[in-house]
């Protein structure tokens, strides 16, 4: 699993750390099952960095911790990373050739 550091999609707010929910449910997992993930952390990345468009911003009723069924302005920021983006898809296919 990859995710950015400024991923807004799972903050609970602003100054949080876009990868910390996904390194807790990581953890929460049984160690065979903790074993055959791993969690990256993609520093200075958003939510789709990997996505290679135009930036945008989205509403989702799930982002922002469900915020969005409350908040209609709530939006998640999709900004794209050409560099990130292509050393993540290197870094899932040395994962599937190394686990596979």
Aim: proline share 5%; glycine share 8%; net charge positive.
């Amino acid at each position: 699993m990859q995710v950015g550091s400024l991923d807004d999609y799972d903050r609970a707010n602003a100054s949080a750390d876009g990868a910390a929910r996904c390194v807790a449910l990581k953890a929460s997992l049984p160690a065979g099952e903790q074993a055959v993930m791993d969690v990256v952390r993609q520093d200075g990345a958003y939510h789709g960095w990997d996505r290679l468009m135009v930036p945008i911003k989205v509403s989702d009723p799930f982002g922002h911790l469900g915020a969005d069924r409350f908040d209609p302005y709530a939006r998640v920021e999709l900004r794209p990373d050409v560099v990130k983006a292509y050393s993540s898809r290197q870094r899932v296919v040395r994962f599937f050739l190394r686990n596979l």
